[in-house]
């Protein structure tokens, strides 16, 4: 009897370590598609002096680049610090549909399960989603509150940023990602952005948009770029967790954080833990 208690104590101790090591079983990465700043499935689209700072252009399976003359010399073409033109392949793009559907099936904190409009609000590190358009209207700032190896997750129907918005990383770590999955496609206009856009369809960048730390990936579709600048980075942290998010408004004070997400124990955790249930079985 005394033997049972002592283990029905134990257990639940070597337990909850190997749920916590599954939550970082999911190694999720863009892999060869993090080489791209621009990546298109049907073509990309350039008019106006496009500047990419490290990562190739191009296209696949339809290798149609268009305004690609590399500057000066040209109205429409790319002024490339680090990168070039590319020719796509099948494997970049399977790398691309790996990361949108890996990060896709994530859980996540509900923003709304319609639309959601994002004024000046501040997000912590988390995986969020909102069921149709994220509409970026003004400052939206990811706190990275210092941390190595954290991910900022935003999973929508599709992304549109206005004229003027910006997305701000601030008190960043090191390998810390910022991704935006659309499941169809993204529209920013001469917005100041952060982050790697992933998009089901196609991505239109207006004329003077800013990515200050990310890409321009579409899965299915084509991207338009209309003198626009790049800086690639923001893709790292290669263990996506399931990772408590927080939401504050600036406007309003600050609100409790929205509670952590459970997370789903991997094969290799189960395995782990055959032994020990094994074990606690017998006991009765």
Known sequence: MRLRRLCLLVLPLLIVPLLAVSAYADNIVLGSAANYAVLGATGVTNSGVTTINGGNVGSFPTNSLTGDTLCPGAANC?????????????????????????LSGLP?????????????????????????????????????????????????????????????????????????????????????????????TSITMGSDVTITCGSALASTGGVTLIGDTITTGCNGSPYISSST????????????PPPG?????????????????????ALY
């Open 78 to 102: 790319y002024d490339f610090t680090g990168g070039g033109i590319a020719t796509a392949t099948p494997t970049n793009q399977s790398n691309l549909t790996t990361a949108i559907t890996s």
């Open 108 to 200: 996540s904190f509900s923003l709304s399960p319609t639309g959601f409009i994002a004024g000046n609000l501040t997000f912590l590190p988390g995986v969020y989603s909102a069921g149709t358009n994220f509409e970026l209207t003004g400052t939206l700032t990811l706190n990275a509150e210092g941390l190595n190896n954290v991910d900022f997750i935003f999973l929508v129907g599709s992304l549109t940023a206005d004229v003027g918005s910006t997305v701000n990383l601030i008190d960043a770590g090191t390998n810390d990602g910022v991704y935006w999955v659309e499941g169809s496609q993204a529209t920013l206009n001469g917005a100041t952005f952060v982050g790697n856009v992933l998009a089901g």
């Open 245 to 256: 998010g927080g939401l504050v408004t600036t406007n309003s004070g600050s609100t409790p």
């Open 261 to 281: 997400i459970a997370p789903v124990p991997e094969p290799g955790a189960w395995m782990l833990l055959g032994p020990v249930l094994i074990g606690l079985a």
